[in-house]
């Protein structure tokens, strides 16, 4: 069974601060690591993906990889009160030659106080 | 923009009923999947397939089955409800590849 593992908060930061969420995984062969936001009553949306080692940013979002050591972070910066929610880690482990699934982490609970 | 959509927002069923829960996505993905999600355990992978009248066991498929007779749609049946799959369920599509998934706004199921 691969693992994916994460604080399950909650992570309180003040409104303008940085938000550091942490994930490990298991499975040394995953190539594919993803970040999806989920508020409460609603379903995942994809807000980050990465697949090499090193940084990714997209506007207020920084991915961070390191396969080395298993481990994959999502950086919020200037959190706004609309970032609070849940923050699910998933990695893929591809099943067939067409197919993968992706294993979710337990989710991170983010509460940004203004 | 992917759309995926399950038939039902909230479902009421009783202990026993066959269930079907219906998911359509409208951008031709291969991969498919139902997931359940319950407090404190997460999302938990039910069944998937990758291909049509393909499917594959998840993490959690005793007491469900699936169908996927066409490309875009894909069924998630309880052959006979009980209080514990009460539950969110949540639809999502993937073309081939290392892509992430993309979601439908869930059924709540409630069993009673």
Redesign the interface.
């Known amino acids: 069974q691969k693992e994916v593992e994460q604080n399950s908060g909650p992570l309180s930061v003040p409104e303008g601060a940085i938000a550091s969420l942490n994930c490990t995984y298991s499975d040394r062969g995953s190539q594919s690591f993803f970040w999806y936001r989920q508020y409460s009553g609603k379903s995942p949306e994809l807000i980050m993906s990465i697949y090499s080692n090193g940084d990714k940013e997209d506007g207020r979002f920084t991915a961070q990889l390191n396969k080395a050591s298993q481990y994959v972070s999502l950086l919020i910066r200037d959190s706004q009160p609309s970032d609070s929610a849940t923050y699910l880690c998933a990695v893929n482990e591809r099943i067939k030659a067409a197919g993968n699934k992706l294993t979710f982490g337990g989710g991170t609970r983010v509460l940004v106080k203004p | 923009d992917v759309k995926v959509t399950q038939s039902s927002r909230y479902l009421v069923k009783r202990t026993g009923e066959k269930v079907f829960l219906e998911c359509v996505q409208d951008m031709d993905h291969?991969?498919m999947?139902w997931?359940r999600q319950d407090p404190?355990?997460?999302?938990r992978?039910i069944y998937?397939s990758?291909?049509v009248k393909m499917k594959?066991k998840?993490?959690i498929p005793e007491g469900y089955s699936v169908s996927r007779e066409k490309k875009e749609r894909f069924s998630l049946i309880l052959e006979s409800a009980s209080t514990n799959q009460t539950s969110m369920y949540?639809c999502a599509s993937?073309p081939?590849?290392?892509?992430?998934?993309?979601?439908?706004?869930?059924t709540r199921l409630t069993v009673t």
């Open positions: 291969e991969n999947f997931y404190g355990l997460g999302l992978l998937f990758y291909d594959e998840g993490d949540l993937s081939a590849g290392n892509s992430p998934l993309h979601f439908g706004n869930g």
